[in-house]
């Protein structure tokens, strides 16, 4: 019935909000920053290049995301900023880690028609107990016949995924707000991939590419454009 | 030919050295911390109950040691310690997550025998980036048919890995150096499991139980229980 025998869905910001949980928590780092930031430094920019120079030993993730912020508050303050900076900054991070998930409109009614159709999967990169425990925890994990917290969304992964559920990359569906993660890996295994743009896309998350993408503004049309393609 | 249908190994303090790493960072810690702590604090026993505090939001791991450690020294050294030190506690993390793997005794030659006779698998818990950066460059990842690093080993995390692959409990062998999470979890669904200690346990993998348990020296006895118990 379906041309597809999987269709994958990412989970962060495709799901549900994760971004804009990052965008705030970047947002009050700047604001406790900045009163201990020599004049002129671009408080938000250090703070994505400790990140980027961290992401291969770090991961994805809010664990990351709060040492990375805790080196970065030391080295912008010049080794002047307070405990009480630091200490704000790990409670923000252990309030991100244990905020309830918050669905994104129509998810649920949406995964629940498409999982009679065909099996679905769940593939989302990150810390492995907080994407555990929000996949726990969003009331929607018995849609999925297959649950992947994977490290990167590379070609090989991908591959290693489809080749564990045996199913052919030309039978395989992603879907998911990111370009790099969830759309171009998949094409290049032969795949099909639909994006659905967030309003916010983390920095590290940007790519350039003139492939031809397959975009709908919102998880209700994918019912429909599964059946328009079919 | 094998009474089991998939023989698993742990990974930490089991194929590779690990905790004699996250020991050394507890020293360093007691080292760093004990010029700010007030008198008559155990410096080592707070780093712990801090640990214990967060294991349910940050898991387990060297990220998730770091944040901790951050905060139990800001709380030990009643908002006192230096940004130096903070700063010290995450190069020990960085330094930790990038050290490379140090096998244990016999553990290649062992696995390369065994991969000949019977299905191989690895199931770690910890840190996803950390535990992969570990498998992919210990140079023995190809002897495992499975590999699976997970959030917590229990009776359902083990039941649905074997369910995954299609072994039943009872033709399933687990190895590994934690009682709690290697043998008892395992023994609980029927399967079997083999201790083999390693010289220092993290205090919260410390178990209590009355279950009869095989304990083994060294891996290089494994060949010779397994042919002594088919």
Redesign the interface.
């Known amino acids: 019935m379906s041309r597809f025998d999987l269709v994958a869905f990412d989970a962060d910001d495709t799901l549900w909000h994760s971004e804009d949980s990052f965008h705030a928590g970047e947002q009050r780092f700047v604001e406790l920053l900045t009163p201990y930031a020599p004049a002129g430094v671009d408080v938000k920019a250090a703070l994505t290049a400790v990140e980027r120079a961290?992401l291969r030993?770090?991961?994805y993730g809010v664990?990351?995301f709060?040492?990375s912020a805790?080196?970065a508050a030391?080295s912008i303050?010049g080794?002047?900023?307070?405990?009480?900076v630091?200490?704000a900054i790990?409670a923000g991070?252990?309030a991100q880690?244990?905020e309830p998930v918050r669905l994104l409109p129509h998810v649920a009614e949406v995964l629940a028609a498409l999982s009679g159709t065909v099996p679905l999967a769940l593939i989302t990169k990150g810390?492995?107990?907080h994407q555990?425990h929000k996949i726990e925890t969003s009331g929607i994990a018995h849609h999925f016949a297959h649950v992947e917290?994977?490290?990167e969304k590379d070609p090989p992964t991908y591959a290693r995924l489809l080749s564990e559920v045996g199913v052919a990359p030309d039978r395989f569906l992603m879907i998911g707000n990111s370009v790099r993660s969830d759309v171009l890996p998949v094409l290049a295994l032969g795949g099909t991939a639909v994006h659905i743009p967030y309003p916010l896309l983390w920095e590290l998350e940007h790519v350039d590419h003139d492939e031809h993408v397959v975009e709908l503004a919102s998880i209700t049309q994918v019912p429909g454009w599964l059946s328009a393609t079919t």
Chains 1, 2 share one sequence.
Do not use: Q
Request: charge should be negative.
């Open positions: 961290n030993t770090y991961g664990k990351a709060g040492l805790v080196e030391i303050s080794g002047t900023v307070p405990n009480e630091i200490g790990l991070v252990r880690l244990s810390d492995l107990i555990t917290v994977v490290l």
